[in-house]
Structure formats: structure tokens, C-alpha cells
């Protein structure tokens, strides 16, 4: 079993190299840090007030969900749970898209407004980026939560009402104590993804007044070429996420996604028409929340989808090819890796493999800009650099799927297989991949999805005449070619859940669900 | 007899780049993102110097044009630009500064701008005014100085003064106007503010989408919307305390491998080839009117007074403004 060690290492050496490697790339290139200005002050507030208050009204707005969901049974009930899924893997620039197409001053909340009397709303700066990250990451507390309401095994609820709790009751015995469990390591799942949001920040931020620390970085960078700023920015940046990832460490972290969410729960407490009001209300204004700037973004971009130009298919084939890549070089380094963890027990493995949720993409890609720009052209390595940060960006999630799974397998087969003396390719192929489908078929999914709808460090490496998908969607917008914009939108809207989808449900296959 | 035959081969190798060498010179031109898009001059100009320098033009789009000096920066001597095409004249001293371009050799330039030309490193290609522009089937009050603007409810979208040129444009502006005062004016206008955008592009793009009532743009906009859309509902406000000036250049990047077609790019630039495109395409006064002259509608607004400040000048103001307007915008 060496070799699970030697390629294991390996592995974590690349993601050593793509994480703090780039980072001291930075720091050396930048001669001196200079100092720590009012503004950025101002956008490390900003980063902290923002992602406290999205993570705290996702999670706030994720339990009267996932109860109702999982108390409730109702046509589309599966529909509805399946779309949780989707915004997580939804490419921020859709996404933003949609939300302007719904609550941007010509969308249709600001008709309807109009139509009454008010005054249009806008959807620029603080409240604009809150409710983007509202908007994707509510989706994700409610499914972690509503794991957690279905962990709860059925027979107490049965007892419950056998001893006639009242839903107060209920609360306080049940699901009380499952939220204590659940909520902390959602926080600060969904307090991350916000600190680190860029896309989000740059579409609908608006200014110095409300810049992430990322935004920042890019601005320093990209804008001033204060390389010092970048680098100092960089540090405050990776000390933040690695205090929030260790303490999410310490925290027992939710499980993935979670399968078999279609269960309901028979609950004899919430049974009363006040209840069940009370949870349809709920269900329709969130389902009408995730919907609308899906649909809209649908019907904005169907009339257009038979006349787009060419050149939106060419992003499209290359965003393709980088996420097929992509999804090659997350297994090339995630299953050595989580063999490594298995083997080992050394918790560190995994923690170094979500070294990326601290570290930046912009980080990474400064750094990677410095290194191979003495060597090469950074511009010709742009697809292979995209598809490698990518797939280190994914890594954290692609080992949260497999390590606990493959972990697993040893624990049930893996004397046995010692004892046929199976090891190396024979156990990667009889053994781990066959019962690994599911994990791996997730992580394909996911890795994939994220790389189609990535908008970050291809942004620095940005080839001018040869853009992705995302990239070309940004550039329409800013040209004010809106429905072009809206046609691309659609297609990479489409293009991500379907890679999606086909990954997870080839992994799926077999498997009863 | 196998040493022979690599031979050959290397031989031949080597000498297929010497024959091919007339068709294949590139000449490679960093520039902002609208000026290479399709409905920008990029292409136009491009056809017209392919078809008189035997060669490929190349045109990279990098950003808005503040960007650009931030890119080449970061790419140093290896860049592979040849020519860098869309910074202006307030940036012309910080891009001096990076060492990197070369004189222009140009003895005196013929030029049909309201100011003198002194420049010895970059040339003009095209200028223009900054104002803001606004629908005048909405805005019935438009705000006649700076004063009126930070006062009333009217919104606007402004540009990054990093990242794009209208925005340093607007910083430099405001500094003229307001001087020490600037940072306390920039805190007065912030609530009319809707969003700050990386470029021009994307501020434009929103105001006619309607999120604001106002864009930062030039005076020739609503000309665009009249000659292209025969749309007369856009108009561009003359400010009392009078409009900045923009003068967009050019210049040679010093290590360039392709001296001679860069030098006869920016020959070019200013003949007809190049400056007829620039009124209809990019929306500007062009550096040399072209012999049609210029097109109906872009002698609508002209501003009560010319605004600019020049080379060094500009560079300090703008280090020191830039301060203020993070700082006071992040408040």
C-alpha cells in the first residue's frame, strides 16, 4: 500500500503547491506591504457584516423550510428538494442574471411596485449582495437542515404522540437538540462560501462601498497593480477563512448533500390546519423565491437560444472541454488523497485538501500568473490553469463526499481484501470504485457544474479571443447585448445541470434510491 | 547518414520561418474591451491596416482602459504587446513611469484637437468630453453643475476610476472643480450613487436598462443613439463649472520585436484609415477629422469650458484623489 501513500502525497504536494505556494509567490513578488488603508477597512468589515447576516438569514429562513418539507407531503414534493440542490451549482453569473431580471429596477418586483405607486428598488450594493447569497446558499441550509429533521427517526415522533406532545413540546425534545447539532456547522459552511464570494460582489457590489476583501484582492491587483496591497489583502483573507475552516473542523460539519431526502415525516403534532397553512405559505413564497429567476431566466433567454452567435457554442464547447478536465484532474487528486486519509487517520490530509475554502481563486491565480510567466505564457496555459483551480476549488467537497464513504468500505472489506492480498489498481478497480459510485458520481457532478459556471480565475487569465461560457455571458452584459446575454445564460444554465445531473445519476445507477 | 537527416530537418525547420516570415508578422495591439468588439472600430481598423502593411493585426482586448498599464505591469518585458492603444492622457505619466514604452519619433503629429499636443512617447487617436447623459423623457430638471447633482434624487452610474478611463476621468473632474473639497463632495454624491462598474461598458449598459436615472459617459453618447438608433430622447449635460476633457493615445512598447510595423501603425493611426471609424464606431471626436468631416449630431453639446489637466500633473492629483474617493465612498 505504498503506492496509496506515494500518490497521495503527490497529491496533497499539488494542493500544497496551488494553496500556500501561490501565496508566497504573491508575497515574494510584492516588495513591500503596504499599509492597511481606510477602504480596506471598510471591505473587511464588509466581507464579516455581509456573510453573518446571509448566513444568518439563510439558516433563519431554512428552518420553517426544511420543517415544512419535512413534515409535509405534496405533489412536486421531490421537484422541490431536487431544486434545492440546483442553486448551489447555479454559475453566479446566471444567477445574478436572474435576480436582476426579478428584483433590478426594470424587473418585475419593481413593476409590480410601480403598478401600486412605488418607487422602483435596487438590487446594487449591500442588500443586493445579501440577497444573492440568500438566494443561494438558503437552498443549501434548508437541505442540511432538513437532513437533520429527517435523521430524527421516525418511531420518537410516533412516541411523541403517543404521549401527546404538543408541537411546543415537540420542539423542545426533537428538534431542538437536532438544531443545536445541525445549525453551527451550517453557519459556518454558508459564513465561508460568503467570505470568499467574488462574483457575487463584483456583478451587484457597486463601489468601495461594498467590496469583499476578495474583490479587493482583484481590485488591488487587477486595477492597481499594488501588488503589496494584493498581498497583504491576501494574508488578511487566508488568516479569516482558515479560523472560520478550523473552527468548522471542531464543529461536527454536515455531511455532504445527503440522499433519500424524499422521506416524510408522519408528525400527529403539526397536524392542525393552522400547521398546514402555516407550511404551504412557506413552501410556495420559497419555492416562488428559487423559481422565479430560474424561469426567468428561461424566458428571457428561449427566443433567443436558435439565433445565438457562434461564438457563444465555441465558449460553450471550450467551458466544456475545461470542466471534463476538470473533473479528471478532482478524481486524479481526490481518491489518492482520501485513500491517503483512510490510511492514515490523519485528519490533516483532509485538512489540507480544504486548505482552498481558505485560500482564494484570486489568490491562486495571482500566484500562478507569477510563477508561470517566467516560464510560459500564462495566456496559452489559461484553459489547463482554469481546469486545475477548479478542480483544487472542489477538492474540499469532493473529499467531504469520499473520505467518510471510502472510510466505509475499508472499514467493512478492507481485511478481507488484505487477506486476498488485493492492493493497488486490483483494489481501486474491484473493490472502491464499484462501491464508490455514488461519492464519485456526486463529486463528477459537482466538480463539473462548478468548473462549467467557474468566473474566477479565468477572469485574470482571461484568453481575450477564445473566452468561456461565463466569461462571454459577463462580456454580453457589459456590452449591453442583453438578449445574447440572456441566450448564454440559458445555455450554460442548461449545460450545468445537465453535467450535473448525468454524473450523479450515472453514479446513481443500480442504486436504489 | 541518421545525423544527416536530422540535419535536414533542422535546416529545414529554420528555414521555414525565415519564408514565411513577410505573411506571418504579427503586430500585436493591447486595447479595451469595446474598442475590439464587433461593433467597435477594432474591426474596421484592423481590415484597413492588414490591407496596406502585409501583415496580421492583432487586437487584445485587456479590461477597460485604465487596465491596461496595470496588465502590462504585471506581464513586464516578456509582454507581448507591441502597441498599447486606449489609455489617455491622465494616465500617460503613470505609464511613463513603468519604463516600458518607447518615444514615438513622431516630429509633428497633424492633429485637429482643441489643445496643443507636447507628447514625445504617446500620440492622440481620438477625443472627446465627459458629461453626464441622461433620457429626457425622464429626467425633466437635469442638474447644471455638481451642486444641483449631489443635491437632487436623481441616480447615477459612475465607473471605477482604477479600472476604466471615464471613471479617472470623473475623479480628475471633480478635483478640478471641488479641489481640497473633493472627498467631502465625493460624501455628498455617494447616496445618488446606485453602483460603482468596473468599465464603461457595464455603467452604460445599466443606464439604459434603466437602473439609473444618469450615466457617466461623453457628449457625443446621445449622438450615437440619434445616428445609430434615431433615438433623440438622450442628452448630454454641459456643466456649468465646465466638462473634463478626454484625449485617448497610443504608444510603442519599447522592447517591441516588431519596431518598423509599429512605427507604421501609428502612421496609420492617424490618417483616414484609422480616423474615419472612430465617430461612428467609438463615439469620439476623432484626433484628425477624417475629409468627410464629422457626422451630423456631434456638435450638439460643447462643453462652457475645457477641464484637463496634463502628464505629471494629472498622476499627482489622481494618487491623491484616488485616496479620498475609496475612503470616502466606503464610508
Redesign the interface.
Known sequence: MTRTTATGSLALAVVLLFTLGTLAAVLIRAEALSGFGPADWAALRFSLVQATLSATLSILLAIPLGRAIARRRFPGRGLLIMLLGAPFILPTIVAVFGLISVFGRSGIVSDVLGFVGLEPISIYGFHGVVLAHVFFNLPLATRLVLQGWLAIPAERFRLAASLGFRARDVTRWLERPMLREVLPGTFLVIFLLCLTSFAVALALGGGPKATTIELAIYQAFNLEFDLGKAALLALVQFALGLAVALIAFRVALPTGFGAGLDRSLRRWDAAGPGFVLMDTVIIALATVFLVLPITMIALDGLPRLLSLPASIWWAALRSLGIALTSVVVTLALALPMAALSVKSRLRVVEGIGSLTLAASPLVIGTGLFIILFPLTDPFALAFPVTAMVNSVMSLPFALRALVPALGQIEADYGRLADGLGMSGWARLRLLWLPRLRRPLGFTMGLSAALSMGDLGVIALFAAPDAPTLPLQIYRLMAAYRMPDAAGGALVLLVSSLALFWIFDRGGRAHADT | MKTAIIAAGLAALAAMPAGMASAQDTLTVYTY??F??E?GPGPIIKENFESQCDCTLEL????DG??L???L????D?T?ADIVLGIDENLTAVARDTAMFALHGVDSPDLSMPVAWENDMFLPFDWGYFAFVYDKTKVENPPANFEELADSDL?IV?Q?P??STPGLGLLLWVKAVYGEEAGAYWERL?DN???????W??A??MF?????DMVLSYTTSPAYHLLAEDDDTKAAIAFEEGNYMQIEVAGKIATTDEPELADQFLDFMLTDGFQSAIPETNWMYPAHTPQEGLPEGFESVVPEKALIYFGTEARDIRDVAL?E???A???
Do not use: F
Open positions: 474591451d469595446s475590439v468588439s461593433w487584445v482586448a485587456v479590461g485604465a487596465e498599464i496595470s496588465r505591469q504585471l506581464e513586464g516578456r507581448e441616480t459612475i471605477d482604477r479600472s455617494s450613487i446606485v453602483t460603482v462598474t468596473k468599465g461598458s457595464e452604460y449598459g439604459l436598462e434603466g437602473e439609473a485616496e474617493w475609496r475612503a465612498l466606503s464610508q
